[in-house]
């Protein structure tokens, strides 16, 4: 059964860099052929993907964040990351992590995690 965790703060002031990190358990970040997602749900706009991370290290981004987006992994730890830059308040949303696969030309997410509220607010 393959677990994720968020964990970072849960208060962040605009401008500021948001950091998140997705500590996963029960499968390895690097087995084929799985992407590392990090999502996002803000208040009343539904869940928007961001990017991810794949099993390789292949880094993808959506065109609208990649320009303040950042994706990374640390392997020994079994870990993936987010760094969101130059934060606004409409960046205040509940940030999920999650693990995808390709299924024909669907991309499907089995394993969410519980996700974590981040509020942008000086």
């Known amino acids: 059964q393959v677990q994720l965790q968020e964990s970072g703060p849960g208060l962040v002031k605009p401008s500021q860099t948001l950091s998140l990190t997705c500590t996963v358990s029960?499968?390895?970040?690097?087995?084929?052929?799985?992407?590392w997602s990090w999502i996002r749900q803000t208040p009343g706009k539904g869940l928007k993907w961001m990017g991810a991370?794949?099993?390789?290290?292949?880094?993808y981004y959506s065109p609208s964040l990649k320009s303040h987006t950042s994706i990374s992994r640390d392997t020994s730890k079994n870990q993936f990351s987010l760094q969101l830059s130059s934060v606004t308040p409409e960046d205040t949303a509940v940030y999920y992590c999650?693990?995808?696969?390709?299924?024909?030309?669907?991309?499907?997410?089995?394993?969410w995690g519980k996700g974590t509220l981040v509020t942008v607010s000086s």
């Open positions: 029960g499968g390895s970040i690097t087995t084929s052929y799985y992407y």
């Open positions: 999650g693990r995808g696969y390709y299924s024909g030309s669907y991309y499907v997410m089995d394993y």
């Open positions: 991370i794949a099993y390789d290290g292949r880094i």
